[in-house]
């Protein structure tokens, strides 16, 4: 029933900007800090950025403070991460779920949507 679709990914290279977005269903939305994971070849899945359910306090990974921005609308049971000057290290599969940082995210899982930073 949980439906989690991330969309808008790409390859770009260093010093570009993508925004990520994510489509939810099957759960009260509004009611859950959400936030963006990723996952590198070879890596284990991390948690980059995390968003409260008012949208009032986010969170973030060191390496993307000042670079990435989560957002969200409640209206539309979506979530959006603007990345801005890519780096390399940012290549991954970036998913979006609940929770993040402190609370751990439903054991479903979206597809994802692949981010290639590469010259």
């Known amino acids: 029933q949980v439906q989690l679709v991330e969309s808008g990914g790409g390859l770009v290279q260093p010093g570009e900007s993508l925004r990520l977005s994510c489509s939810t269903s099957g759960f009260i939305f509004s009611r859950y800090s959400m936030s963006w994971y990723r996952q590198a070849p070879g890596k284990e899945r991390e948690w980059v950025a995390r968003?409260?359910?008012?949208?009032?306090?986010?969170k973030y990974i060191e390496s993307v403070k000042g670079r990435f921005t989560i957002a969200r609308d409640n209206a539309k049971n979506a979530l959006y991460l603007q990345m801005d000057s890519l780096k390399p290290e940012d290549t991954a599969v970036y998913f979006c779920?609940?929770?993040?940082?402190?609370?751990?995210?439903?054991?479903?899982w979206g597809q994802g949507t692949q981010v290639t930073v590469s010259m």
């Open positions: 779920n609940t929770g993040g940082w402190d609370i751990s995210p439903f054991t479903y």
């Open positions: 968003i409260t359910r008012n949208a009032v306090n986010t």
